[in-house]
């Protein structure tokens, strides 16, 4: 490739043909300020903050902008100044400034360009729009009154997901990033996958807070609340407290949730060993009576909700288990009231997950045992931190704890759980041992692993190979349904995660998911499963006891009634009946 | 004393459009003939030689955009002609697709043979509703006597034309906002990474032109690039349809040479102002062209003479107001369109104009300040530097040259209790 040298700032830097100006100046310590720009998304250029002078009087997007050989390019002139200044006060005088109410206050990109421009005085008058929140779902909140319309979640939306429910409406000062018709996000066929929420640079989409009602739990007496957290969360807390991504945190976890008040504190780990014996059990009884194939995961909530909205026809492929979450929150009602002689009512289950589609899933009626809710509130990976915070504990210095027992005891399977392929490396290592009766040689299966959107295994079980496949983003698991539709798959097994990189790349997540990002907390939790004593469910002695004491055999009758559930297709306009949560802001709209 | 030539506007209301014959008795389609003989390279070269730029307001040289055009390999090509003449206070366009639609086609065509393309697309305002179907007429008609579909006259060219149409948005004059409203989206502009003429419409190679420029390649052909460049000055060569409007007697759009003055487009041609009334300012170029005042009016129109003094000739459009317009009341109006039109992707243009508006209504009411004179004037110049595209980056244009010619009417209009605060 032909490089190019070029004059950025009086400094002369040679790149490759293509680099963005963006990117050259990088090269030379300079860093043009940005906002509608994102790591992972295509160049959009339309806040036009990083505009740089390229010749006397001519400015140019840093962004979308190649470099030309021989170029000159000027990043502090006084036009450019004047004119980024100039783009930036027109924002603010558009964005609510109540900023330190904000929910990103602190980690708003715009913010960060106002503390480098300090823009103390504007002749500008403000006017903010009077734009309803929409609180009408359990898991996303979108303040469209502090969009900055720079089109990255449209982008997530409709590119890496494939839901295409965010797009944009009207023009000039009404145009707006709305779901079509401006419906509510309860109205339309959203997932609640909250990617939106990670990518947006304000406060105009986030997870819907639910700290205060676990705060009012932990201050109730007679409740016992117990806390499960997912396997994503260990990896991915720390970057709150400044940890570098990918820091296991467990131990500190744990210490903290005991600080914050609560009973006990588990692992949803635990469940998704029981996952795994219940799911690979339901392979093989679906290969051995000839059920249906390919059989597909179904621990993703949101993808679970975009099958039932889009492909509501392949609802069969579904396995029939709940997700860990649920399962544990069925356990948590049921066989560990008993064990304590609690009544289900006293028990206030708590989860912490990196993912607000988790808050939705928590909310369907299929989700209860024995008339009790299965998990009461579930807080994402930012609220737990926020909790954290607002307790004054000092996280990263904090002494580490352990999990408390039975649900405690997990192994390396669970821990994967949290990142794309990891449920299928659980289930093939417990699977091909109860099938073979061998003991597995290498329990890493590096086909399954890596961020590549689909990827493929076979696994021979006593000579019968079968095939696996691997999705994660929605966009990607639409390839593969499309293909069962087609009647063109020849997968036996195949796993889907809703977000980019499984679950540690969920949307609840702490803010700033790069794809980088995302690779480190992958290899955080596989430094976790490398270093666990027993790395295969089916060898975790808690759930083996659990079927001894409890639920008989997995599949089995008490199986079948807490830890399976069923799915129905999803209808733009869903039945309020159909969420145990109650909100009377959805049913106003019409 | 009749200043106008007639070169494009040679076949106007001489033949019904419904009828081909009449226009082929007309000499309709000998450029086409000529054209096949003379071979895409020479065109090209012809075309370079005439001088002809984009007559839709950005003037790039057509003979150079064909050239791009033509060298760019692709089994389907297209051809969009860009009729959706938007621009306040343009209607040229309008008269060509109305009196002369074969012309047009015929241009169409030549461009298809020169750049090898297979797809035409006129896009047509929503606005002139009542030609979608007397074009389409048209092109049935062409289309029947051989001059469009397989082979045409037997050069081996395969093309077709289709008539489309958009909502009426003012930004889909822009052509890539054009290329999204062809493909079913919303009319907003796209990100630029490779040339329109690589990748347009559906991703494909695509020629965008506006219709006068189409129109004025068949007569270019036709007389002779020499006999054309006699027209207009030795940098702005040939001949301008003009849509003239406002206050004058004779409004109405009329072809003239480059470097008439524009004293002699509005008193020889225009019969001077209504009523008997002074010339106060113009407006060149429709509501995104510069204000040229009254004092100006004895420099000519062509393109070097105008950006002297920061207008352009634009679309073609040349608004005249009187003495009893105020110059803050006509920026308003030129705001009001621009708030309505802005498609709201980028900052500078969805925030600015709303900013300009609130501004400029200070003015007109009388309660502006003397801040608001240097506030608008900077958010005016954000928006001229840092739009995405180009009617944002334009927008502001009126009001820029307003202030620098007509101070005296901002001054006019601030509030005096807080002036002297």
């Given amino acids: 490739m032909k490089n190019c040298t070029i004059t950025i700032d009086n400094k002369e830097v040679t790149v490759p043909e293509g680099t963005s100006i963006l990117e050259a100046a990088k090269k030379v310590s300079i860093n043009i300020p940005t906002l509608c720009n994102h790591p992972d998304q295509t160049v959009k250029a339309n806040c036009r903050i990083c505009l740089v002078e390229t010749k006397p009087g001519k400015l140019e997007t840093a962004c979308s902008t190649k470099v030309r050989d021989g170029m000159t390019i000027n990043t502090v002139s006084k036009l450019v100044r004047d004119t980024q200044r100039g783009v930036l006060e027109l924002i603010l005088a558009n964005h609510p400034q109540d900023c330190l109410k904000c929910i990103r206050n602190g980690k708003c990109e715009l913010q960060k360009l106002c503390e480098m421009f300090h823009i103390s005085k504007s002749n500008l008058e403000d006017e903010i729009d009077a734009l309803e929140k929409d609180e009408s779902n359990p898991s996303i909140v979108r303040d469209h009154s502090k969009c ?244 004054s504990i000092d996280f990263l210095n904090i002494e580490e704890e352990n999990f408390d027992e039975p649900f405690g005891i997990t192994t390396g399977a669970g821990v994967i759980f949290g990142v794309t392929g990891g449920v299928m490396e659980a289930a093939l290592r417990t699977v091909y041992e109860v099938v073979t009766e061998h003991e597995l040689e290498n329990l890493d299966f590096m086909d399954v692993r890596g961020l590549e959107g689909i990827k493929e295994a076979t696994v021979d079980l006593n000579g019968t190979p079968i095939k696996v496949a691997v999705a994660h983003g929605l966009s990607n698991a639409k390839k593969i349904l499309n293909q069962i539709n087609e009647g063109k798959s020849d997968y036996t097994f195949i796993e889907v995660m809703c977000c980019p990189g499984g679950c540690i790349g969920g949307g609840g997540q702490p803010i700033g998911s790069t794809m980088k990002v995302r690779e480190e907390r992958i290899k955080g939790i596989y430094d976790v499963d490398k270093v666990m004593p027993l790395r295969k469910s089916h060898e975790n002695p808690a759930v083996k006891e659990l079927y001894e004491e409890f639920l008989g055999q997995p599949l089995g009758k008490i199986s079948h009634k807490l830890l399976h559930t069923t799915y129905s297709p999803r209808s733009e306009k869903i039945d309020f009946d159909y969420l145990q949560w109650n909100n009377e802001i959805a049913l106003t709209e019409e | 004393m009749n200043r106008t030539v007639n070169i494009i506007s040679k076949n106007f209301k001489k033949y019904n459009p419904e009828s081909i014959e009449e226009y082929l008795e007309l000499g309709g389609f000998e450029a086409l003939k000529k054209a096949i003989e003379m071979g895409p390279q020479e065109i090209i070269s012809t075309l370079k030689t005439s001088g002809l730029k984009g007559r839709g307001g950005a003037a790039f040289s057509t003979g150079r955009k064909w050239e791009y055009s033509a060298n760019v390999k692709g089994d389907k090509k297209f051809i969009i002609c860009n009729a959706d003449e938007g621009e306040p206070a343009t209607f040229k366009d309008r008269y060509l697709l109305e009196y002369d639609p074969f012309k047009v086609i015929e241009g169409m065509i030549i461009a298809a043979y020169t750049t090898g393309s297979t797809d035409g697309y006129i896009y047509i305002r929503e606005e002139y509703k009542y030609l979608h179907n007397k074009v389409r007429k048209a092109i049935e008609l062409a289309e029947k006597h051989g001059f469009l579909g397989k082979n045409i006259l037997g050069s081996g060219l395969n093309f077709n034309i289709k008539v489309v149409s958009g909502a009426g948005a003012y930004v889909c004059g822009e052509s890539t906002a054009l290329i999204e409203s062809i493909e079913g989206k919303s009319g907003r502009p796209r990100l630029k990474l490779t040339r329109t003429s690589k990748q347009g419409l559906f991703g494909l190679p695509t020629l965008v032109n506006n219709v006068e420029t189409l129109a004025a390649v068949p007569p270019i052909l036709e007389m002779g690039v020499e006999e054309y460049i006699k027209y207009g000055t030795h940098t702005s060569k040939g001949t301008k349809l003009i849509s003239l409007c406002g206050n004058v007697n004779k409004p109405g759009a009329y072809e003239v040479p480059f470097g008439i003055t524009l004293r002699e487009i509005i008193y020889d041609i225009g019969g001077g102002i209504k009523d008997g009334k002074q010339l106060k300012f113009l407006q060149l170029g429709g509501a995104s062209g510069a204000i040229i005042p009254a004092k100006l009016i004895d420099i000519k129109y062509c393109y070097e003479d105008l950006e002297e003094h920061g207008a352009s000739v634009g679309s073609g459009a040349i608004l005249v107001a009187d003495e009893t317009n105020k110059v803050t009341h006509f920026l308003k109006s030129v705001q009001d369109f621009f708030i309505h039109e802005s498609c709201g992707k980028c900052t500078p243009c969805r925030e600015g104009n709303r900013q300009l508006t609130k501004i400029i209504n200070r003015f007109v009411t009388g309660n502006a300040s003397v801040e608001d004179l240097k506030t608008v004037e900077k958010f005016a110049n954000v928006m001229k530097y840092a739009s995405f595209c180009g009617l944002g980056q334009t927008a502001p244009t009126a009001l820029l040259t307003a202030i620098k010619y007509f101070p005296v009417e901002f001054y006019q209009q601030i509030d005096r209790i807080r002036k002297t605060s």
């Avoid at chain 1, 009404?174 to 419906?183: D, G, H, L, N, V």
């Avoid at chain 1, 509510?184 to 066929?189: Q, S």
């Avoid at chain 1, 996952?275 to 059989?295: A, S």
């Avoid at chain 1, 006293?346 to 912490?352: A, D, E, G, L, N």
Wanted: hydrophobic residues 35%; aromatic residues 8%; proline residues 4%.
């Fill in chain 1, 148 to 391: 900055i319309k720079c089109n990255r979640c449209i982008e997530v939306c409709q590119e890496v997901q494939g839901v295409s429910i965010l797009s944009h409406a009207h023009r000039s000062t009404k145009y707006c990033i709305t779901p079509a018709f401006e419906k509510k996000l309860v109205n339309t066929l959203c997932v609640f996958c909250g990617q939106c929420t990670s990518v947006c640079p304000v406060g105009a989409l986030y997870e819907k807070d639910d700290t205060e009602k676990v705060w009012n739990a932990l201050y109730n007496d007679n409740l016992h609340v117990i806390v499960q957290i997912a396997p994503a969360v260990r990896v991915s807390i720390g970057e709150e407290f400044g940890a570098k991504p990918g820091t296991k945190v467990t131990g500190k976890v744990v210490a903290a949730l005991r600080r914050l008040g609560f009973d006990k504190v588990f692992d949803t780990d635990f469940t998704a060993d029981l996952t795994i014996m219940e799911e690979g059990h339901e392979l093989l009884d679906r290969i051995n009576r000839g059920g249906t194939l390919p059989m597909i995961t179904s621990c993703s909530p949101g993808w679970i909700n975009y099958i039932e909205g889009f492909y509501p026809q392949l609802l069969d492929h579904l396995s029939s288990c709940k997700s860990p979450q649920q399962m544990f929150g069925a356990l948590s009602k049921t066989y560990y009231a008993k064990k304590l002689d609690l009544d289900p009512s006293q028990i206030f289950t708590v989860s912490i997950m990196p993912c607000t589609a988790k808050k939705y899933e928590a909310e369907r009626k299929e989700m209860s045992s024995y008339g009790y809710r299965d998990v009461d509130a579930v807080l994402t990976t930012r609220e737990l931190a926020r909790m954290i915070k607002s307790a």
